[in-house]
């Protein structure tokens, strides 16, 4: 039977995993914050030129 390199699966680092939650919840805000700012605008640009 022949050797092969047996490769181990590398655990991700406690940091590593907290910079991912921290990046994707930047995302989702800005996403959350964009998707509420643009009915807000169209909202605020019919009462005033009524």
């Known amino acids: 039977m022949k ?3 047996i490769s181990k699966k590398k655990k991700e680092g406690i940091l590593k ?3 991912i939650e921290i990046r994707d919840s930047i995302f989702f805000e800005v996403a959350w914050r964009i998707l509420f700012f643009i009915p807000r605008m169209i909202i605020r640009l019919i ?3 009524f």
Request: hydrophobic letters at 35%; charged letters at 35%; zero cysteines.
């Open 3 to 5: 050797k092969g390199k």
């Open 17 to 19: 995993s907290i910079l």
């Open 47 to 49: 009462k005033n030129l």
